[in-house]
């Protein structure tokens, strides 16, 4: 089945940016998503990045995609302490049916 | 008011009993979903449904039932529940239409069972 991997653990100083990597097996992966969990909170989604996309930009949140390798990252440009939480990512083949989640990567902020 | 709804959000059971999660929504979306949390596993699918009546089985159906009788509700069930069913709940709904936005979780049920 499809298989999603990450690091389980980032820590990054404030102001600096943080990268976030994650890697995929299923090549028929169609849409690929970044949530964010704060602390008791649900998961909220940051961003997606459709298969033949190779970068998609949103204000301080860049995703960069390589299909060939099958490697998706989230970078967070000047990382505020707002931005501790933990970083999902997911893909999907027909949409948003079924998401496939990673294991999370916990994004810890150094003063 | 949140537009995915989740009841009990933590909720402490005893080994082998039955405990339901429901879960109701206002968005209108036909898609309904259960995920299940472990730490460093990441969301995992336990169960779907695209419609009323429908249900579908996910990656960790074992152990676990769904009832979805309306749009708005979905319910999860444990008919004897286990410690190792011990985990953060989710549910979730979509309107299917396949772009990235449309997809919107509760904020979980924490199920423990000793």
């Known amino acids: 089945g499809e298989d999603v991997e990450q690091s389980l653990f980032l820590s990054v100083r404030e102001g600096d940016s943080s990268v976030i990597n994650c890697t995929y097996t299923d090549s028929s992966s169609t849409y690929l998503y970044w949530y964010k969990q704060e602390p008791g909170a649900g998961l909220q989604l940051l961003t997606y990045i459709f298969s033949n996309m190779d970068m998609k930009q949103d204000q301080r949140l860049t995703v960069l995609l390589n299909k060939k390798d099958k490697h998706l990252s989230l970078r967070i440009a000047d990382t505020q302490t707002g931005d501790s939480a933990i970083y999902f990512c997911?893909?999907?083949?027909?949409?948003?049916?079924?998401?496939?989640f990673g294991t999370g990567t916990r994004l810890t902020i150094i003063p | 008011d949140a537009d995915v709804t989740q009841t009990p959000r933590n909720r402490i059971t005893k080994t082998g009993k039955r405990i339901m999660l429901e879960c109701s929504q206002t968005?209108?979306?036909?898609?309904m979903y259960w995920y299940r949390q472990d730490p460093g596993l990441g969301l995992r699918l336990i169960y779907y449904s695209f419609d009323v009546k429908d249900i579908n089985k996910g990656e960790i159906s074992d152990g676990y039932s769904v009832s979805r009788q309306a749009q708005a509700k979905f319910s999860l069930s444990l008919e004897s529940a286990i410690p190792n069913q011990t985990a953060l709940y989710f549910c979730a709904t979509s309107d299917g239409e396949g772009s990235g936005n449309t997809i919107y979780f509760g904020e979980g049920s924490w199920l423990t069972v000793v």
């Open positions: 968005k209108g979306h036909d898609r």
């Open positions: 997911a893909e999907s083949e027909f949409g948003n049916e079924k998401l496939t």
